[in-house]
């Protein structure tokens, strides 16, 4: 897990997993360009319930390695499927909180559709193929929430 | 002569590993690797139909063959986002 290291790529810095708060703003600045005409970030945040039961905290955890690389190939897939500029994808690991971020996504591009679509693919393409796992925690106990298969 | 054997969430729970070596010599294909754990851990055995592989850090199938060297993983469906 890394994060804010100037040792790493361009690259590999639009595609990290962190233990800390997600600095989106810090994201955007980094990927926008003149050329932009739009920019479309989803933010994925902790919700308090789930199924009914009354959420207190999450816990992700991740095959990190693989987590990263398969990031990576989202951003390469959607910036050859959409007619974006810039993509760049940071999810959290570890302890969240009610309402703090665990997956931001940025995507820039000349026209707003693409920017939309491209957003979408990639949250959609992390919930299905990429080695992360949420722990939910309630009050009475807690349970590896798992997708499907 | 080793392969390194991962679980993750759920998985490494039921084995109580996240992290183990297998003889290379002893197993040809991850199914192999799969029934060597599955059998001392019966809760495992009945996630089968819903597990998900990795050689090496990408998607693989129980038939893959694996050899001296290689990561091996096992996680269930994933849930990030």
Same mark, same amino acid.
């Given at each position: ?10 690259? =590999? ?8 708060? !997600?600095? !989106?703003?810090? $994201? ?8 932009? #005409? ?6 994925? !945040?902790? +919700?308090?319930?789930?199924? #009914?039961? +009354? ?15 398969? $990031?990576?190939? %989202?951003?390469?897939? =959607? +910036?050859?499927?959409?007619?974006? +500029? ?9 302890? $969240? ?7 931001? %996504? ?6 707003? =559709?693409?920017?939309?679509? =491209?957003?979408?693919?990639? %949250? ?22 798992? #997708?499907?298969? | ?11 490494? &729970? ?14 040809? &294909?991850? *199914?192999?690797?799969?029934? @060597? ?5 019966? &809760?495992?055995?009945?996630? *089968? ?11 693989? *199938?129980?038939?893959? @063959?694996?050899?001296?060297? &290689? ?11």
């Amino acid at each position: 897990m890394r994060s804010r290291s100037s040792l790493l790529s361009a690259e =590999a810095r639009m595609f990290l997993l962190v233990s800390e708060p !997600i600095e !989106i703003t810090t $994201l955007r600045n980094s990927l926008v360009h003149p050329e932009d #005409g739009a920019i479309a970030i989803f933010e994925g !945040i902790v +919700r308090n319930q789930s199924h #009914g039961k +009354r959420v207190r905290y999450l816990e992700y955890s991740a095959y990190e390695l693989m987590a990263q690389r398969k $990031l990576e190939e %989202i951003g390469k897939q =959607a +910036r050859e499927r959409f007619a974006i +500029r810039q993509i760049g994808i940071i999810h959290r690991l570890g302890h $969240l909180q009610i309402g703090e971020c665990s997956v931001a %996504i940025v995507v820039t591009s000349a026209h707003r =559709a693409a920017a939309f679509e =491209a957003c979408q693919f990639a %949250i959609d393409a992390i919930k299905q193929a990429v080695p992360i796992w949420k722990k939910e925690v309630y009050e009475d106990g807690e349970i590896w929430v798992e #997708g499907e298969r | 002569m080793s392969i390194r054997v991962l679980f993750f969430a759920s998985l490494a &729970d039921i084995t109580g590993i996240r992290e183990t070596t297998v003889d290379a010599a002893m197993f040809s &294909d991850i *199914r192999s690797i799969f029934s @060597k754990f599955a059998a001392e851990h019966p &809760d495992l055995e009945a996630r *089968r139909p819903t597990i998900m592989v990795a050689l090496n850090s990408e998607f693989a *199938r129980l038939e893959s @063959k694996v050899q001296d060297g &290689d990561e091996v993983a096992f996680f269930p469906p994933v849930s990030g986002g």
